[in-house]
Structures are given as C-alpha cells and as structure tokens.
C-alpha cells in the first residue's frame, strides 16, 4: 500500500523548532521529488519546499527561506523538514507530497504535479 505519512508537528513558541518527517511506504522515495506544502485556516495551500530525485536539489519559498531545511535520508524512505526561527504566521497545517522524478523550482509549488499525498501535520506557533 502507497502511503506517506507526516509527524512531528506541534505548539511551539516564536523562535522555536520543528523537525516534520514524510514517511513513504509502498514505494521507494529516492526516486521521488518530495514537496511540503502547508495550509493556514481560510488560506490556499501553498509549496513551502521541495527536493527533487535526482541530483537532491532543493528550492524554498521566500517566506522560509533561511529558517527552513529540507532533506532525505534514502536509508529510511523519509524526507524530513527542519523547521527553525518559526513565527506566528508558520502557523498550518502541513502536508508533504511525491511525484517521480526531477522538478524544477517553477514546477516545486505545482500540487497537481504531485501524485501522492500525506494526510497532513499541525503546526502551531504561539506564545
């Protein structure tokens, strides 16, 4: 069975850290551009991130650029994102996404590009 999952998400204060792990079962995640996306209550899901297969490129939006890492450990089929210097407006539910392949970044924040999705983790930032 296909499956991604997330973990990891939480409350955490301004400043602090995250580490979200997507989880791939059912095939194997190395050959796969891995996205996180995330979506704030009454906002559209955006791209956040993204690594592709290939030669392990990564692209980042503006808004994380600089607080946020995105990797994969091949050995345990996970893409992990380390999230840091979080703020209030990080706030959302997060969600990581495969598709095989190379992207590019034009193609990073593209969701339909994304043939498998995770059910999404909650991220809370708050004093």
């Known amino acids: 069975q296909v499956q991604l999952v997330e973990s990891g998400g939480g409350l955490v204060q301004p400043g602090g850290s995250l580490r979200l792990s997507c989880a791939a079962s059912?095939?194997?995640?190395?050959?796969?551009?891995v996205g996180w996306f995330r979506q704030a209550p009454g906002k559209e899901r955006e791209g956040v991130s993204c690594?592709?297969?290939?030669?392990?490129?990564?692209y980042y939006a503006d808004s994380v650029k600089g607080r946020f890492t995105i990797s994969r450990d091949n050995a345990k089929n996970t893409v992990y994102l380390q999230m840091n210097s979080l703020k209030p407006e990080d706030t959302a539910d997060y969600y990581c996404?495969?598709?095989?392949?190379?992207?590019?970044?034009?193609?990073?924040?593209?969701?339909?590009?994304?043939?498998?999705w995770g059910q999404g983790t909650q991220v809370t930032v708050s004093s």
């Open positions: 996404a495969a598709t095989p392949g190379t992207i590019n970044q034009a193609m990073c924040v593209m969701t339909s590009l994304y043939i498998y």
């Open positions: 059912g095939f194997t995640l190395a050959y796969y551009a």
């Open positions: 690594i592709s297969s290939s030669d392990g490129s990564t």
